[in-house]
Structures are given as structure tokens and as C-alpha cells.
């Protein structure tokens, strides 16, 4: 269409001067333009044709640059000014939603969720102990936890003790791996729930057996776990949902709910000015927390990179706190006595800010309380709350 629009218009320059030089009859012109347009070499015109042709390829080819261009004016924010760092984060849990204040006639007794009906108020609860050793990961089913707690074991090396509600619906979990002492003092707190273990320390065997805990250790019942043969042992064993519903209804008996004090909570608001997003734990393993007001909430680093699942999703929370316990050596072997019992300093991070608390527990059954300055319960954010349990002589937290 080009090529035939400047071909036209250099013949009607022609007729029309024509016209006005020589006041010629509009036959006569027709006539001379025929013979002009025949004595005009074949190599001239297709030189003129090449040449329109390259005249459309450049015109397409600053409009291809100007689209570019505008492309970067309208993101300069993100790869311009800094802020690409805050978006790869915000990309890696683009799945999460912003917390928005509710309110909430009935919550959750864990998790502090707002809950549809009376009966999902409290609930039974399971108990696993997941390992987080580097030759785990990466981990499954933590996720879909309500609540988990980081503990020390032997050389510093973190195990996670994860809450679950036993109706959920999770598919995978672990690798799982066996108790110590300190889980069994956790699991007070949260009734007689379930707890799932692969064998235990002597100490903490002895005690689920004197104290008649009820205990789904995969040395006696091993139909409710399974082993991978994708990894090797110890860092192979597995357990699902559909495995614990069974065990619950097969060993099951009702817990004591009434026993457990629910924390209180509030939804907290992202953070806008002066915000905490980056806690670093030189403990266990090196790793950190990085907070995002765009999802008001917390997603983990561990190694320098991204924590995820075995479903490539990262790790989040919601509240992130750390309590500070007393630690000692028990054994050639390593292991480790852990006083959750009495009261401590801790740290309460959620909404991007950081809380300067002090834990307080007063009997095995009883809960742990979060105590601000003036000695009042914290109102926890709701949704998954994660515990970092570290040494009080030994657990470096920065933040900032």
C-alpha cells in the first residue's frame, strides 16, 4: 500500500505541472506520462520500490524502540529507584493475601483465625516432630501448620515441633524424626494432643510412657508413617493427614481442651513508617526473616536463600517470636535441657514492628503467656505464629 501511495503521488506532481506549464490537454498528458514511464530503466523502479521498502522497516523499527522506552518510564519505579529487591519478595508470595481488620465474634483457640461456627473453635489437635536438618530439606506439610516451634537439639541443629488441627487436610509431612523432653513439656499446653514421633531420647520415652501421653511412635506403629525411597534414613520418614485421622480414630480419646488458654489477638496493620523488615537469627542455622507491608506478613531465608516447601513455596508467618530459655549440656551425646518453665525475656515481632516482651509460663499445664513493659498479654496477630525457642547465652537476634 505504501509502495503505491508514493508512486502516485510522483506521477500526479508530473500531470500537475504539466498541466500548469503547458495548458495541455489531460489525453495528451496521460499520453507523455506513458512514454516517460516506459523510458524509466526497470533497475531505477525497483531501486525506487527497495527504497520505500527500507523506509517502512525503519519507521517499524522506532516504533518497536518507543514501545520499549515506554515500557521503562512506566517501570522505572522497579528498576530504577531500588525497589526491585522488595518486589522479588513480594513475587514470591504474590499467593498471599493482606491481612485486613475484621471482627471477630468467635477465633480459632490456636491460630486465632475468626472461626464460622462454635464446634471449629477448639479442636484436636496433632503434634509432629519435623527435622530441619540441611539434609531434609526441603521440608513438606509445615506450611498448613497453625503453630511451630524451632528447638535446638543436639549441636545447635534446629528441629521444629508443628501444631495442626486433626481435621486438616495436608498430604505430606516431614521428614519425621524423634523426641526429646522439652517437646513433651510443649504438648501441655495444647491439651493431650496426638504427637507423632519417630523413637525419642531415653529420658523423653520414658516419660511418654509414665505419663501416659498419647504417643504414634513409628518404631511400634509404623502403618501410619511411610519411608521414601527418594531419600535415605534417618531423613526418609513421612506421615499425611489421612494417616493421623486414622490413628486418632483408631487410638484416639478425647482431649482436654478446657485446659488451654487461648492467647488473645488482634489483627495488626502493615506497617507504613519505621518498619522492622529484616530479622536476622545467628542461631541454629543461619537464617532470617524478611517483612513485606505489601502481605503484612514474614517469609524466611535460610542459607542465603529462599526457605521453601517441597511444593516450591516459601515459608511465611504471621507473628515470629522468640523466646529466650535457659540451656545446658546433659550428656557426652549432646543433649540438651531446655527450662520452659518460669519466665524470660522475649521478642514479638508482626505488622512489620518489633515488641520487647517477657515470656511467663507457671506449671507444665498451663500456657505461655506474652507480657509487655507494663505486664499486659500481648494481642497476637492472627494466623500462623511461628516460636524461635533459643539459648539465652547463645541466641544472636539482630533487627532492623
Not at 541443629?157 to 526429646?180: N, T, Y
Not at 523432653?181 to 496426638?194: R, V
Request: glycine share 4%; hydrophobic share 40%; charged share 25%.
Amino acid at each position: 500500500m505504501m509502495v503505491l501511495f508514493y508512486t502516485k503521488k510522483i506521477w500526479y506532481t508530473i500531470y500537475t505541472r504539466m498541466c500548469i506549464m503547458k495548458k495541455l490537454s489531460r489525453k495528451k498528458i496521460q499520453k507523455i506520462i506513458k512514454v516517460l514511464y516506459k523510458k524509466i530503466s526497470f533497475k531505477k523502479r525497483s531501486s525506487l520500490r527497495v527504497d520505500i521498502a527500507y523506509i517502512v522497516y525503519a519507521l517499524a523499527a522506532l516504533i518497536f524502540l518507543l514501545a520499549i522506552l515506554l515500557f521503562v518510564w512506566f517501570n522505572q519505579s522497579r528498576f530504577i529507584t531500588g525497589e526491585k529487591e522488595d518486589y522479588a519478595i513480594d513475587v514470591l508470595v504474590e499467593h498471599l493475601h493482606v491481612n485486613e481488620e475484621e471482627s471477630c465474634e468467635i477465633r480459632q483457640v490456636i491460630s486465632g483465625i475468626c472461626a464460622e461456627k462454635e464446634e471449629d473453635i477448639h479442636k484436636e489437635f496433632v503434634a509432629v516432630v519435623v527435622e530441619n536438618h540441611i539434609d531434609a530439606l526441603p521440608l513438606s506439610g509445615i506450611q498448613d501448620a497453625s503453630i511451630i516451634y524451632e528447638f535446638p537439639v543436639e549441636s545447635d541443629i534446629p528441629r521444629l515441633l508443628a501444631i495442626f488441627p486433626v481435621d486438616m487436610d495436608v498430604e505430606k509431612v516431614g521428614p519425621v524424626r524423634s523426641a526429646r523432653p522439652y517437646f513433651l513439656d510443649t504438648l501441655y499446653e495444647y491439651g493431650n494432643p496426638m504427637f507423632m514421633h519417630v523413637g525419642g531420647s531415653p529420658e523423653s520415652l520414658l516419660r511418654i510412657k509414665d505419663e501416659s501421653l498419647f504417643s504414634v511412635n513409628e518404631f511400634f506403629r509404623s502403618w501410619y508413617f511411610w519411608r521414601s525411597k527418594k531419600r535415605y534414613a534417618p531423613h526418609n520418614t513421612y506421615t499425611s493427614s489421612k494417616l493421623w485421622q486414622g490413628a486418632y480414630e483408631r487410638y484416639g480419646k478425647e482431649q482436654d481442651l478446657g485446659t488451654i488458654t487461648p492467647w488473645k489477638f488482634k489483627t495488626a496493620q502493615p506497617c507504613e513508617s519505621e518498619c522492622i523488615t529484616f530479622i536476622d537469627f545467628d542461631y541454629f542455622y543461619k537464617h532470617e526473616w524478611h517483612y513485606s507491608s505489601n502481605t503484612n506478613r514474614y517469609v524466611r531465608e535460610q542459607f542465603r536463600r529462599p526457605y521453601i516447601d517441597d511444593k516450591t513455596e516459601q515459608v511465611f508467618a504471621d507473628t515470629i517470636i522468640v523466646q529466650y530459655v535457659e540451656t545446658r549440656v546433659l550428656d557426652a551425646v549432646g543433649r540438651l535441657r531446655l527450662d520452659l518453665l518460669g519466665s524470660g525475656k522475649a521478642l514479638v515481632f508482626m505488622g512489620g514492628k518489633a515488641v520487647d516482651a517477657t515470656w511467663k509460663r507457671d506449671s507444665l499445664r498451663s500456657r505461655t503467656q506474652w507480657l509487655d513493659t507494663f505486664g499486659e498479654e500481648i494481642l497476637l496477630n492472627p494466623g500462623k505464629i511461628w516460636i524461635e525457642v533459643v539459648s539465652r547465652t547463645k541466641g544472636g537476634v539482630l533487627y532492623q
